[in-house]
């Protein structure tokens, strides 16, 4: 019985630092990426896998159709999509 009172409370310890942990870190993120701006963040996402295309390379119906797609491929959330592809819009 002693045994299982020990395991039982090590598992509620390790949830409660599991939980608080978590819940820090993406309260954390959420923090850093709400501060940044769209240049930041097109110049942080948009050269993982190619580089990334001059503003002037497309125009604004184009950079839409193509926030639909890159959004999908660097995994943004709306939030960050729009910032970043309203800040190409507002460079080319
Ligand atoms: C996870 C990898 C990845 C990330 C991150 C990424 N792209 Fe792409 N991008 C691709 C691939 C792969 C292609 C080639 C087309 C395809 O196969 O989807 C591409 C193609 C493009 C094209 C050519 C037009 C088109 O739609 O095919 C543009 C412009 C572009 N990316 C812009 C961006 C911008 C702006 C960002 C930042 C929001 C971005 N990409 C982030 C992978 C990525």
């Excluded at 923090?31 to 963040?41: D, E, H, V």
Aim: hydrophobic share 40%; proline share 2%; aromatic share 8%.
């Amino acid at each position: 019985m002693k045994t299982f009172k020990i395991f039982g409370i090590a598992v509620v310890l390790i949830g409660t630092i599991l939980a608080v942990t978590t819940v820090s870190c993406s309260a954390e993120q959420v923090a850093t990426y709400k501060n940044k701006s769209g240049a930041q963040l097109w110049g942080e996402n948009c050269i993982r896998c190619h580089n990334t295309p001059s503003p002037a390379a497309y125009n604004d119906t184009d950079w839409s159709t193509i926030s639909l797609h890159m959004r999908v491929r660097a995994n943004l959330t709306k939030d960050q999509a729009k910032k970043i592809f309203d800040f190409i819009k507002s460079a080319n």
